[in-house]
């Protein structure tokens, strides 16, 4: 089993820790570098999907995670 932890960031994205295999909507590959910390967007704000470039910090987004069933 793979060793891959997902942080919810607070007030930001998500943070994936380990080797993962990222892909879009077609099964392609989206590249991330090897061995490096990823962090992938929650607000939908980023103009460099589906990768986290801060701009949560700069627009208005609920943060709020979904409450549980
Ligand atoms: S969560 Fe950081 S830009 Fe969207």
Redesign the pocket.
């Given at each position: 089993m793979a060793d891959v932890k997902i942080t919810i960031?607070k007030n930001?994205?998500?943070r994936v820790d380990g080797d993962v295999t990222l892909v879009d909507h077609e099964g392609n590959e989206v590249k991330v570098r090897e061995g490096q910390r990823i962090?992938?967007?929650?607000?939908?704000?980023?103009?460099?999907?589906p990768?986290?470039?801060?701009?949560?910090?700069t627009?208005k987004?609920d943060n709020e995670l979904a409450k549980r069933g």
């Open positions: 960031s930001g994205g998500y962090n992938l967007c929650r607000c939908g704000h980023s103009k460099n999907k990768f986290c470039d801060a701009t949560h910090n627009v987004w």
